[in-house]
């Protein structure tokens, strides 16, 4: 067997893997710090639902020949508010809105599947995602919505913070919780659609998952726990590209596999840590 | 002048009254203990003042402006009911859920500054629990949990405090101790004090006034005239009455 590192060293020569490294970092980069504030809020499957309910924009940019994410962020982001407006004003639990406005995207998805044969290859790499395909403009359109995601997340932080840990009171003191809501469930849209390109529909939710359940289990701060899940995020991302290079495996499920083998490793030190 | 004026206030929910055609003023630096059996729309009242649930109809100022256009919202401190932390591996330290309490005094972008620090410190030295500063909430007793929330609604220096059955969960020793804080604070810093809690007795040694609420106004006055008052011996009876009175 070949001595891994020079593998690992010209894998990192390729411009597809480079590009890949990027991307999925940025990505997620963007899912780990929202991931942490979902995840506390208990609302981390609106990830799950968002990216099943674009199978059917991106069901419906393919039959048209047009680039699926420009009908997919505009779609998401009214899914978003969907599910919002349904969790909130229509009595409907959190968990039955999101999955009501998955089924809906999912089941439109198919029925387009069908009646276009032609693109369901396309289909296959948004189901599964394709990471190493990404182009440099897709790359660099990441990397600049990332940017626009964290500054964002960043400028809004206190108020996400003090929602996230007591929703009323922060009602009480007069925040804005509708808007900073509303915001919260634009950026995990924006995000999650980016995302289904690295990991794919199948997958994205785990983006957004797994980093935060890791640093969760670690930290006593939320800024702690933040950076934690960014680090989780970026170090999963880039080892599972480099162990889907080097064994020839689908890269987005490796990320995944790969998230959920330091999610095992936090687990056990908490528990050693207790005992 | 009044710091809270209530007038004809209804609530209904769930087509059910609530509360109904409820009347009262709080002058500025007064102690009212909000009092009566379950479900008689104690919450429900503090809730109202709060916007935190709709109103069928009457009218609320605070502060002499209408609800709907008073935004000084940190002039009021508010101590939830559930002041124990739901998600004990909440990753907040009890300095960062305490700062929270500053956000309604900033505009966006929301920073805190070493002010605000200095801010946070002070609260929790004042309520005898700086030591907590860096402690994970979730990690608390109920004790001391009771008492980063009150710290949460002082950090603000409000000139209302609006607590919701604050002592539910203590032990007999550390009720009394809050009882006493409350009442520190309410005579050296003359904040005016909202106080909900079913233990009329206890109450009625703090409070200057008893607000007694069975959806509507049952009684409102200090604790002597409570005691004396024979619309409260018919609502109680005689010997209810005598007990809650004796303990005074």
């Known amino acids: 067997m070949d001595p891994v590192i020079p593998q690992i060293v010209e894998a990192f020569q390729f411009g597809f893997i480079q590009r890949a490294v990027v991307a999925g970092s940025f990505i997620g980069v963007c899912c780990a710090v929202l991931g942490v504030f979902l995840v506390l ?88 995602g394709d990471i190493l395909a990404v182009s440099g403009v897709e790359s660099a359109m990441t990397v600049a919505l990332s ?34 809501n509303q915001i919260l469930v634009i950026l995990t849209t924006f995000t999650v659609i980016l995302g289904i390109k690295v990991v794919g529909i199948m997958l994205v939710s785990s983006l957004i998952i797994f980093p935060a359940v890791t ?29 889907a290079f080097l064994f020839n495996l689908p890269a987005g499920a490796t990320i995944v596999i790969v998230n959920f083998a330091f999610f095992l490793i936090s687990y056990l030190l908490k528990t050693l840590t207790k005992a | 002048m009044s710091i809270i004026s209530v007038k004809n206030l209804s609530v209904k929910m769930s087509n059910s009254t609530v509360l109904s055609d409820v009347s009262f003023e709080v002058a ?60 004990k591996s909440f990753p907040a330290s009890v300095g960062e859920v305490v700062a929270t309490g500053l956000l309604g005094c900033k505009s966006f972008p929301r920073r805190f500054n070493a002010t605000d620090r200095d801010a946070v410190l002070q609260t929790l030295e004042n309520l005898g629990i700086e030591h907590l500063y860096q402690e994970q909430v979730g990690k608390l007793s109920g004790g001391q949990s009771q008492r980063v929330f009150l710290a949460r609604a002082m950090v603000s220096n409000p000139d209302i405090l609006i607590l919701d059955e604050p002592t539910a969960a203590l032990d007999p020793v550390t009720r009394d101790h809050f009882y006493q804080t409350i009442a520190s604070l ?18 009625g040694r703090y409070a200057g006034k008893l607000l007694y609420l069975d959806r509507k106004v049952v009684f409102f006055g200090n604790f002597k005239e409570f005691c004396l008052s024979g619309d409260m011996s018919h609502y109680f009876g005689d010997f209810a009455q005598h007990l809650i009175c004796h303990q005074h």
């Open chain 2, 186 to 203: 309410n005579k050296d810093q003359k904040k005016t004090v909202l106080l909900i809690t079913h233990d009329s007795a206890t109450i």
């Open chain 1, 41 to 128: 809020r208990r609302l981390s499957l609106i990830g799950e639902g968002l990216a099943h309910f674009s199978l059917a924009p991106i069901g419906f940019a393919l039959m048209l020949g047009i680039y699926p994410l420009y009908v997919a962020v505009p779609m998401g982001i009214l899914a978003s508010f969907w599910i919002l407006h349904l969790a909130n004003r229509a009595n409907m639990y959190g968990d039955a809105a999101i999955g009501l406005v998955s089924a809906i995207g999912v089941a439109t998805g198919v029925i387009m599947a069908s009646l276009g044969s032609g693109f369901n290859v396309d289909l296959f790499g948004y189901l599964f």
């Open chain 2, 28 to 87: 500025s630096g007064e102690y009212i203990g909000i009092v009566g059996p379950n479900g008689s729309g104690k919450s429900t009242l503090i809730r109202s003042l709060l916007r935190l649930n709709d109103i069928e109809c009457g009218r609320i100022e605070i502060m002499g402006k209408p609800l709907a256009h008073f935004s000084d919202w940190s002039k009021i401190g508010y101590l939830p009911q559930a002041t124990i932390v739901a998600n």
């Open chain 1, 147 to 180: 940017f626009v995601v964290l500054l964002l997340v960043f400028l809004n932080y206190q108020e996400l913070f003090a929602i996230a840990f007591d929703e009323e009171y922060a009602r009480v003191i007069g925040l804005n919780t509708v808007r900073t």
């Open chain 1, 215 to 243: 640093a969760l289990q670690l930290s006593r701060g939320f800024k702690t726990a933040i950076l934690f899940a960014v680090i989780a995020a970026i170090c999963s991302v880039v080892m599972g590209i480099v162990l």
